[in-house]
């Protein structure tokens, strides 16, 4: 599968959201990434349905919004309203939704369909779902803030989901979100990973259009 670079919106100068999004879109980059947190499913609180709405009206990418909350069923809707293209739940929330439902709501929704472990979560909690869903989501650091390091060893789980999908003729795209930049992009993509959400290392530099580059691994990533 070609790479595709998901800017995280949680990572752009938000006195200037609209202007931002639609830098990241000239910049060619393929999502937009949008990181939900309530301050319960994970400690900090990010934005809600109306943020998702105000950049939907600045970009026609699609809106790849990652619910790291404790209650997806319950808000599902409102994301969906905002103008959500692709929605990723956690199989850590189980205890407190039916995650196998909460799918299906998205997909009857219209949705993209993602399922996400964090990144000490073993693969086996998402295997049962594997059939159900159109993006594996690896976090590749703690969720709940940026700025982290890239945690290596979640490549196995990676790896581990590029294998069942090649084995079980499964389509869905394998998404790593955390410590995202060429090196760690390039690493991930060498053990079947499509999809990179990138933070800082889009927002944080002077040149989306290189960066979007850089991270498709157009051009050679600088030594380590």
């Known amino acids: 599968?070609?790479?595709?670079?998901?800017?995280?919106?949680?990572?752009?100068?938000?006195?200037?959201?609209?202007?931002?999004?639609?830098?990241?879109e000239k910049a060619g980059a393929d999502w937009l990434h949008l990181d939900v947190?309530?301050?319960?499913?994970?400690?900090?609180?990010?934005?809600?349905?109306?943020?998702?709405?105000?950049?939907?009206?600045?970009?026609?990418?699609p809106l790849d919004v990652h619910l790291m909350i404790a209650r997806p069923d319950h808000f599902l809707p409102r994301f969906v309203q905002a103008g959500a293209n692709r929605i990723t739940v956690h199989v850590e929330s189980e205890a407190r939704h039916d995650v196998a439902a909460t799918l299906a709501a998205i997909r009857a929704a219209g949705c993209g369909v993602g399922l996400c472990?964090?990144?000490?979560?073993?693969?086996?909690?998402?295997?049962?779902?594997?059939?159900?869903?159109?993006?594996?989501?690896?976090?590749?650091?703690?969720?709940?803030?940026?700025?982290?390091?890239?945690?290596?060893?979640?490549?196995?789980?990676?790896?581990?989901?590029?294998?069942?999908?090649?084995?079980?003729?499964?389509s869905f795209h394998i998404q790593v979100d955390g410590g995202i930049n060429a090196q760690t992009a390039a690493e991930a993509r060498s053990h079947g990973a499509d999809v990179f959400v990138a933070g800082t290392s889009v927002f944080g530099q002077a040149?989306?259009?290189?960066?979007?580059?850089?991270?498709?691994g157009e051009t050679a990533p600088a030594p380590l």
């Open 1 to 24: 599968m070609p790479s595709l670079i998901a800017p995280s919106i949680l990572a752009c100068d938000f006195a200037r959201l609209g202007e931002e999004a639609a830098a990241a």
């Open 37 to 61: 947190m309530d301050g319960h499913f994970v400690d900090n609180i990010s934005f809600g349905p109306a943020v998702v709405a105000a950049v939907r009206k600045r970009t026609s990418l």
């Open 117 to 170: 472990v964090n990144a000490d979560t073993p693969f086996e909690a998402a295997e049962p779902f594997l059939g159900d869903i159109d993006l594996f989501l690896v976090m590749t650091v703690h969720a709940g803030f940026g700025g982290q390091k890239f945690i290596a060893e979640n490549m196995s789980k990676v790896a581990a989901a590029a294998d069942r999908r090649r084995h079980e003729g499964y």
């Open 207 to 216: 040149d989306y259009v290189a960066a979007i580059r850089a991270l498709r």
